[in-house]
């Protein structure tokens, strides 16, 4: 990374982003409100689900951005995509033609609804259940051509001609256009639902965990077809997944989240050898591997206790109620900032060190 | 040989497991309802009993004429219309059938046709067909007797009532309010439930708010006294249309107009739970707006549980209707509904003359029973959560 | 060598659906001593599950049933048991925890109430003896405040709270065998390895046997002493947890594991991904189950049904060409 990746400084809202940058994503919030009353419904609180986090994703990377369940990962993915309308905070994309010039940045955040649907065919999603994300009353080619439909690109025909290759580039047979979901497997689905995802020929797709509802054979096919049509088509991806050993494989960055907070970020080698907060030493350390003669001689930092409700999410470091490391005064008072350690390496913590734990 | 191809090489193994012929939503369903047995005698029973109905006409007259009368069959319009309709599609269904070589299917919708065919022509005057008198008080026989409660016998079938009518024809002929009835509260229910509840469930806050309390309202109104009191004053009701203030359309449309409550709010349900799922989510970020993703993407979907909860509500509004000319608030005699024959029956049951009661809360009966059960078939065949997985 | 605890022989449990007999578990063969801990590592539709259901005789006639095979436990055949004692032995002898907690806990009874419950259906002992003995398993599954969180209902526990209250409950009555059906894959991964921890003491202290059913490989690398391989209803591979992941031989085996994304992976290489899918059980392809999807099928492989041998290796292992191949050679990926 690069001295441009100042990334949680409070960043104008200027569109000289540098051109390698695609997404950048300034102090995005999520609150969902908690609303009380039968006939009157009144807001007695909200869950912040994100809370002001910032990062930026290269053209052509992958970005992982990993967590427990209820960590905001989904939620951060969402609102990048305004799937959901984002409470607060700047998500600048910025778009590259084919002669490799790039458009201005625009804020997807602030984006009206003619920017929005203009934006719509350059940020594009999987979804995790390859069960629930198609729609079981639609044939395969009217789902995947919706998306050339709604933004109606081209003629009937050649919306066909696009599905049948389309089916092809993820591995299908074009001649099963006219079949629906249901006659195909979870794995199967996945390339239908991605191959959908295709159809406008994005810039950036979220992945939003694609393969955590298949079978492990089935995963590596999956994972393999999105690194082809990474090389393929230049694909910028964010991909979200609670398996640290799947956001290995797949990305180039990682980041990792805990109750709303990027805690810490960095490149995939440095995060997995030299991991610096207590939360990515535990959650590393507790993923299994395969391999009967390595587990027996790990250690397994145990975290005590389970992740705080995030409507009401611990002061200080939103760590510290569980953190082997925390220090009463401190980490219970004062929020850590993410702060660039190591060139490129970001941390959220008031006593960061290296440990091994892979 | 490893996956090792390149994005653009298909990966053909992938296909297996995918049968040569797709297999469409229709062939499921209609598997799915076939091996429901008794939803499938009980949708050839509906049939059965809604074509008798509407060929009423041909086996009574509704005038005061003789036991046998003859002449052109009395008939509406909307009569003859449904029947051009139904004896059209039964010709094209057999001649399908027929080229499709399933000759069971071909025989039994030629029949249909058959029969359209004849009492089409009858009913303009072209056939002179005997045919039984169920409005005159008495039918006197040859010889001149009125024959009053008599027992069935194969003269007739089903014996006649206290005033001397043929009860079968009068069962027939009272399957007309049943079928308005069905017909009109479906058509209604579906509609303002469907309309309703869709609102409610996509648009949440004011728009949802105050269509569900308007439901809750119309669900809280006790269904027997209105439709007492309104079908009391229906019939002094200038404005109205005269086909709305007798027979059984104005109670038809009243039913309508109550029942729908308990559809939008399961419409609404429907709604709110698809609106959340992945592939609605999916269509919202290539693009689409609300009216394709109500119309395109949750609506059919919800489809399922619209239709089988109208089916049901249908086979309740039959029995209210009922329920409201035995209480003789409902169709006035001398128009043969099956509730009325059940309470003039009934008064005449205690004398041992049982028929006339037996016959006609038989019909009504086994109709509503018939209706639910096609509704049990329905629901267990349109449930996306019973499609057939190939693993 | 003593009795083993568990003897399955020829076990085959079928389902009748719609399409067909669905033959989930067709001809499952194993044994498993006194403290010993068993994985049975699967894809979804292996017949894993089945297999552990069919141990507890959960079948539920007439959507399945267990068409023959012996299930013998301590030197009775479970399958020949009247009702009345197999209850006895439900959650007695054999304990069962399950992926979801939530499911088989009842919502309107406190846990303590539950935990209490199911203590004097096994154990000859007075209310108050047997509350003591739950709040004592409960602090023995770290449930902090044990006494007080006695009066507590499920939902007021977090998930893995609630698979701390699931094995509390399954050890409540030291049973000699804990069947745990996928127990930590609705589960966070660091309260997997809190529950996995936890596991693995209780059932040192305890001497409990345990078969542990997932589709993780990695959960089983730590915890098992033996592993077993499933594949379309019926076992590919068996060994000690050494043999199966550092000497996988069966193609299936080898492939899954080619499959997974490991954590101390060091270079990006692209994964080895078994093709295909799993076949109907419905209508099983003719030979080796898993023949039209290996890299190294054979005619043979093609015409008969292998059955589990021992391999010249030590593991049993159910393949024609196992002792020819050497998988270990092979480096992953490169098959061709």
């Known amino acids: 990374m690069t001295d441009t990746a100042r990334v949680d400084e409070a960043v104008k809202p200027k569109v000289d982003l540098p051109e390698d940058v695609i997404l950048r994503v300034n102090h995005l919030v999520k609150e969902f409100p908690i609303s009380r009353g039968v006939f009157f419904k009144k807001q007695v609180g909200a869950v912040q689900a994100v809370s002001d986090i910032s990062f930026e994703v290269k053209r052509g990377e992958t970005l992982g951005l990993v967590g427990e369940s209820g960590c905001g990962k989904s939620t951060t993915a969402r609102s990048v995509l305004r799937l959901l309308e984002p409470t607060s905070g700047e998500v600048w994309f910025q778009g590259a033609n084919e002669d490799g010039t790039v458009d201005a940045a625009v804020d997807v955040a602030a984006a009206n609804r003619e920017v929005l649907r203009g934006l719509r065919r350059e940020l594009q999603i999987v979804f995790q259940d390859p069960y629930a994300s198609l729609n079981p009353r639609m044939t395969v080619a009217s789902i995947v051509a919706e998306p050339m439909t709604v933004h109606a690109t081209g003629t009937q025909a050649d919306r066909l001609e696009r599905v049948k290759n389309l089916l092809e580039v993820v591995g299908l047979s074009p001649e099963h256009t006219n079949r629906y979901p249901h006659e195909f497997s979870g794995g199967q689905r996945q390339r239908i639902g991605v191959a959908r995802a295709l159809a406008l020929n994005p810039q950036f797709m979220v992945l939003d965990e694609p393969v955590s ?33 799947v956001v290995r494989h797949i990305s180039d960055r990682v980041a990792v989240m805990y109750l709303g907070k990027i805690v810490e970020m960095t490149d995939r080698d440095t995060l997995y050898a030299r991991p610096m907060h207590p939360y990515t030493h535990a959650l590393l350390s507790a993923v299994p591997i395969p391999d009967p003669t390595i587990e027996a001689q790990r250690k397994r930092i145990i975290l005590e206790g389970d992740i705080p409700s995030p409507a009401n999410p611990p002061p200080g470091c939103r760590f510290n109620t569980r953190c082997p490391k925390a220090e009463a005064g401190k980490c219970d008072v004062e929020e850590p900032p993410l702060t660039e350690l190591e060139p490129g390496h970001w941390v959220a913590c008031h006593f960061p060190e290296i440990v091994q734990v892979v | 040989m490893t996956d090792r191809g390149s994005a653009a090489e298909p990966a053909l193994d992938v296909a297996e497991g995918i049968s040569a012929e797709p297999i469409t939503q229709w062939d499921l369903f209609v598997t799915r309802l076939r091996r429901h047995r008794l939803a499938t005698i009980a949708f050839f029973y509906i049939s059965f009993v809604a074509y008798v109905a509407l060929m009423a006409p041909l086996f009574t007259c509704e005038k005061n004429d003789t036991f046998c009368g003859r002449g052109p069959v009395e008939m509406s319009l909307l009569t003859t219309v449904i029947m051009l309709a139904i004896t059209a599609g039964a010709i094209y269904l057999a001649y399908r059938a027929f080229v499709g070589k399933l000759r069971g299917a071909a025989i039994a919708l030629s029949l249909v046709g058959l029969v359209g065919v004849i009492f089409l022509i009858s009913s303009w005057g072209f056939l002179d067909i005997p045919r039984v008198n169920h409005y005159a008080d008495q039918l006197p026989d040859e010889s001149g007797r009125i024959l009053v409660n008599i027992a069935p016998r194969s003269s007739l079938p089903l014996g006649t009532d206290d005033l001397g009518r043929d009860v079968l024809s009068r069962v027939i002929h009272g399957g007309r309010a049943s079928l308005a009835v069905g017909i009109v509260v479906g058509a209604l229910v579906a509609l303002l439930g469907t309309v309703v509840g869709s609102l409610a469930g996509y648009y949440p806050g004011v728009v949802d708010q105050s269509l569900m309390r308007f439901t809750d309202l119309v669900l809280g109104l006790p269904l027997l006294p209105v439709a007492i009191v309104v079908g009391r004053v229906l019939p002094e009701l200038r404005f109205l249309p005269g086909f709305l203030k007798q027979g059984a359309w104005g109670i038809a449309v009243l039913l309508g107009l109550l029942v729908w409550g308990a559809l939008a709010r399961i419409v609404r349900a429907e709604f709110l739970s698809l609106r959340e799922k992945e592939f609605v989510e999916a269509a919202r970020a290539a693009g689409a707006n609300d009216r394709r993703i109500i119309f395109r993407h949750i609506l059919p979907n919800a489809l399922s549980p619209i239709i089988v909860q109208t089916t049901l509500i249908v086979g309740t509004a039959i029995i209210v209707e009922a329920a409201l000319s035995f209480l003789g608030f409902g169709v006035r005699p001398p128009i043969p509904t099956w509730g009325g024959m059940a309470a003039s029956g009934a008064a005449i049951a205690v004398r041992g003359f049982w028929w006339e009661l037996v016959f006609s809360a038989g019909a009504l009966i086994t109709t509503v029973l018939a209706i639910n059960f096609i509704g049990d078939g329905l629901r267990d065949a349109l449930d996306p959560t019973q499609t057939i997985e190939r693993k | 060598m003593a009795e083993p605890l568990l003897n399955v022989e020829d076990l085959r449990t079928y389902f009748s659906t719609e399409e067909g007999v669905v033959k989930a578990v067709d001809g499952v063969s194993f044994k498993v001593n006194a403290g010993e801990r068993r994985g ?72 303590g109430d539950q935990l209490i419950e199911t203590i004097l259906l096994h154990q000859d002992v007075s209310k108050s003896e047997a509350r003591q003995i739950a709040i004592g398993t409960l602090a023995d599954v770290q449930i902090p405040n044990a006494a007080a969180r006695m009066e507590d209902y499920p939902h007021q526990f977090s998930g893995g709270m609630r698979q701390r209250v699931m094995i509390a409950m399954g050890l409540s009555c030291d049973p000699k065998l804990l069947i745990a059906d996928e127990p930590t894959t609705a589960l966070d991964v660091t309260t997997q390895a809190q529950i996995m921890t936890l596991m693995l003491e209780l059932a040192e202290q305890r001497n409990t046997a345990v078969l542990l059913i997932t589709h993780d490989l990695g959960v089983v690398a730590g915890f098992c002493d033996t592993i077993q391989v499933m594949y379309a209803g019926a076992i590919v591979e068996r060994g000690t947890g050494d043999e199966i992941f550092h000497n996988p031989q069966h193609p299936y085996t080898w492939g899954l594991l080619g499959s997974m994304t490991r954590l101390d992976e060091t270079q990006q290489e692209r994964l080895h991904s078994v093709r295909g ?17 290996c890299d190294f099928a054979t005619d043979i492989c093609r015409e008969a049904l292998p059955i589990l041998h021992q391999s010249q290796e030590g593991q049993r292992v159910a393949c024609h060409r196992a002792d020819e191949l050497d998988l270990k050679a092979l480096a992953i990926g490169a098959a061709s």
């Open chain 1, 213 to 245: 509802a298949l079978d492990v054979s089935i995963q590596a096919q999956v994972l393999n077809l999105m690194q082809d049509l990474q090389d393929e088509f230049g694909l910028t991806y964010l991909f979200i997944a609670h398996d640290l050993s």
């Open chain 3, 40 to 111: 049975v590592v699967g894809e979804s539709g292996c017949g894993k599950s089945v297999t552990a259901m069919s141990i507890m005789r959960l079948i539920e006639p007439p959507a399945g049933e267990i068409v023959t095979g012996k299930i013998e436990f301590d030197g009775r055949d479970l399958l020949q048991l009247p009702e009345a004692e197999m209850q006895e032995v439900r959650g007695g002898e054999i304990a069962m925890i399950f992926q979801d907690p939530m499911t088989a806990l009842n919502p309107v009874y406190t846990i």
């Open chain 3, 277 to 293: 899918a799993p076949p109907s059980l419905i209508n099983p392809p003719k030979g080796c189950r898993f023949g039209p999807r």
